[in-house]
């Protein structure tokens, strides 16, 4: 009798009761990819489509273990990284998994509000620079982000390519910029690989606020790409093929009274199996 595996993909993130960002938003991306989703919960948030209205914190021990006790047990095949809030978070999860270093990391950096405050303090951005970019094989910022850690402002196309240039000089491997707050009439993504080389992407901008999740689904769905054995270059590509139809296809949907999500499940693919070797 022949054995099988799932691609598994985990994501070490925070929570989102109303289904639409952090580790639910991630999860259904995987599952919609065919992945097998394992999760390692950060924070636990209160919030809906209108925002954030409270977080509670989830114990470094926790985290910690939480890591160990999924990789001793279902091995994943990628791993994509949500929110990390604190210094000692980002030291928590940096000795969980620098002992994988063969394992594909997406790192969501995940710094301002939609408001444009920043999120984490400048302490916790070091050492995320320091120490996370080195294990992941692509950030995926978007402008507000880039804006903090290129230190400049990004507000156009030609910023996206100065920024992005900053941040690879960080010790990153590849970096994709994500270009969704351009005020123009497409969205223009860059994605600084390895090679040097800058591939450019564009998209349909649709006239919607159902975006809540959307850098969470994007950077899950790079992984499970990973995850399935794409190349990076593939993955970070079809990985954005796969947000930007999730956003059409619930951009006429009405779910809460903010922000809505996106509809992961346009085309839901089965759980992959894999043969054993």
């Known amino acids: 009798m022949k054995t099988y595996k799932y691609p598994s993909a985990l994501t070490i993130a925070g929570f989102d009761g109303s289904g639409g960002a952090g580790i639910q938003a991630d999860i259904k991306t995987f599952s919609a990819l065919g992945c097998y989703a394992t999760s390692v919960l950060t924070a636990l948030p209160v919030q809906n489509t209108t925002g954030v209205k409270n977080i509670f914190p989830i114990s470094y021990q926790a985290v910690s273990e939480q890591i160990k006790s999924i990789f001793e047990d279902i091995f994943p095949d990628a791993v994509k990284i949500g929110m990390v809030h604190t210094s000692e978070l980002v030291e928590t999860i940096v000795k969980g998994l620098q002992k994988y270093p063969k394992t594909p990391l997406v790192f969501d950096p995940v710094m301002v509000a939609t408001s444009g405050h920043k999120l984490i303090e400048d302490e916790t951005i070091k050492s995320i620079v320091e120490k996370l970019f080195p294990l992941a094989d692509v950030i995926t910022p978007n402008m507000d982000e880039a804006a903090v850690l ?40 860059l994605y600084f ?48 093929d796969f947000a930007h139809n999730a956003i059409n296809h619930g951009k006429d949907v009405k779910t809460g009274e903010g922000n809505g999500p996106l509809n992961h499940f346009f085309n839901p693919q089965k759980l992959i199996k894999n043969e054993l070797e």
Do not use: R
Not at 166 to 177: A, D, P, R
Not at 216 to 238: F, M, R, W
């Open 150 to 189: 290129a230190e400049m402002k990004v507000e156009t196309l030609e910023d996206m390519k100065k920024a992005g240039e900053k941040i690879m000089k960080m010790g990153c491997k590849s970096v994709l910029m994500k270009g969704g707050h351009l005020k123009s009439d497409k969205i223009t993504s």
């Open 193 to 240: 690989a390895e090679n040097s080389q800058v591939y450019s992407y564009e998209f349909e901008k649709y006239d919607t606020s159902n975006t809540h999740g959307s850098g969470c689904t994007l950077s899950s769905a790079i992984a499970a790409y990973l995850a399935q054995g794409k190349e990076l270059v593939e993955a970070v590509k079809l990985g954005q």
